[in-house]
């Protein structure tokens, strides 16, 4: 889940990529591609939900703080090229 204030731009998302394997994400302009790219990164931070990569796993909950080591962990196996 991400929100923007009441903008509730990702609902109820759950994707899994399988290693090795190359996924598309299309949709209209202001779906929420990029925020859930950021996302995954870490760009943004998650209202909510959980991100595993691998063995790791993050939780997000609301005020919830996510250490800076495990941002860096998971940034060193994820990059975003932005349009
Ligand atoms: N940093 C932000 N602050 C507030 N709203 C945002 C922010 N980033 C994206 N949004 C909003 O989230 C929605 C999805 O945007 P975005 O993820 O850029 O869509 P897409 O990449 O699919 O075009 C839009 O309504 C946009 O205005
Ligand atoms: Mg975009």
Redesign the pocket.
């Known amino acids: 889940e991400k929100r923007?204030g009441d903008?509730h731009?990702l609902r109820d998302i759950s994707l899994t990529m399988a290693e090795g394997t190359v996924t598309a994400l299309v949709?209209?302009?202001?779906?929420?591609?990029?925020?859930?790219l950021r996302c995954i990164n870490l760009l943004?931070t998650p209202t909510s939900g959980s991100i595993r990569l691998g063995e790791e796993k993050i939780d997000f909950a609301p005020g919830r703080k996510v250490g800076w080591p495990a941002i860096q962990k998971l940034r060193r196996q994820t990059g975003m090229v932005f349009q």
Do not use: A
């Open positions: 923007f903008n731009v949709g209209p302009s202001g779906g929420g591609k990029s925020t859930l943004e």
